[in-house]
């Protein structure tokens, strides 16, 4: 249980191009999902909180307008990056914890997304 | 503020060997904790939380961790260390401040090589 998929694992594209990419949790119902970036050999930076229903909340110095987060249903929240750049390219790694679970669970991760710009 | 120390960006062990990996948090309150694990090109994956209770925590594929609150600890240990436990792994906390957002606080990381 407690399964978390992204699509796509791997996506490169142009510069000035966007790209959406999925955050799904298939068994289970995820009031929150968070958004991550991971530098190489580095730690996980939250980029933002996506609630169901309700605009995403952005960690500081990250731009919501850049950055485009939906939580259009309980088991899915989308990332689309806006006119990517070069220095857009990261991977990116979603998480969910589910829905009634309290404050003391987990967050169940997702295997990332790695989106080249070129 | 709150944060989390992963004091060495990397562990090396020989298999069969026992490994400690280190983590120390600064929380007010009593601290929720969790170690995950990652291996290449991999999302997260969780291992074990300390919540309340005994103090030796048990999570997957045979690690532990001790949660001391003297020392403000919770090292990540496994008696015999094998050469697919290589990996990246991070220890957590709880942002007390975020509300029902249940958001985690994240060390840098410990990459851990085991070798043959």
């Known amino acids: 249980g407690a399964v978390v998929s992204q699509h796509p694992s791997r996506v490169i594209c142009k510069s000035g191009t966007s790209v959406k990419i999925e955050c799904r949790s298939l068994?289970?119902?995820?009031?929150?999902m968070f958004w991550y970036r991971q530098f190489p050999k580095k730690s996980l930076m939250l980029m933002a909180t996506?609630?169901?229903?309700?605009?995403?909340?952005?960690e500081q110095g990250v731009e919501k307008d850049k950055f485009l987060i939906n939580h259009a249903s309980l088991t899915l929240s989308t990332l689309t990056v806006t006119s990517a750049h070069p220095e857009d390219s990261s991977f990116y790694i979603c998480?969910?914890?589910?829905?009634?679970?309290?404050?003391?669970?987990?967050?169940?991760f997702g295997p990332g997304t790695r989106l080249t710009v070129l | 503020a709150q944060s989390v120390a992963q004091p060495e960006d990397q562990v090396n062990v020989a298999e069969g060997n026992p490994l400690t990996v280190k983590c120390t948090y600064s929380?007010?309150?009593?601290?929720?904790l969790f170690w995950y694990v990652q291996y290449p090109n991999r999302g997260l994956q969780f291992l074990l939380k300390?919540?309340?209770?005994?103090?030796l925590v048990k999570g997957s594929y045979g690690f532990e961790a001790e949660f001391n609150k003297s020392q403000t600890s919770f090292h990540l240990k496994k008696p015999s260390a094998l050469v697919s436990d290589s990996a990246l792994y991070f220890c957590?906390?709880?942002?007390?401040?975020?509300?029902?957002?249940?958001?985690?606080?994240f060390g840098a990381g410990t990459r851990l090589a085991v070798h043959p």
């Open positions: 998480s969910a914890s589910p829905r009634g679970s309290g404050n003391y669970n987990e967050q169940f």
């Open positions: 068994d289970f119902q995820a009031t929150t």
């Open positions: 996506s609630n169901e229903g309700s605009k995403a909340t952005y």
């Open positions: 929380v007010s309150g009593n601290p929720y």
């Open positions: 300390y919540i309340t209770g005994d103090n």
């Open positions: 957590a906390v709880r942002d007390r401040f975020s509300g029902g957002y249940n958001k985690l606080i």
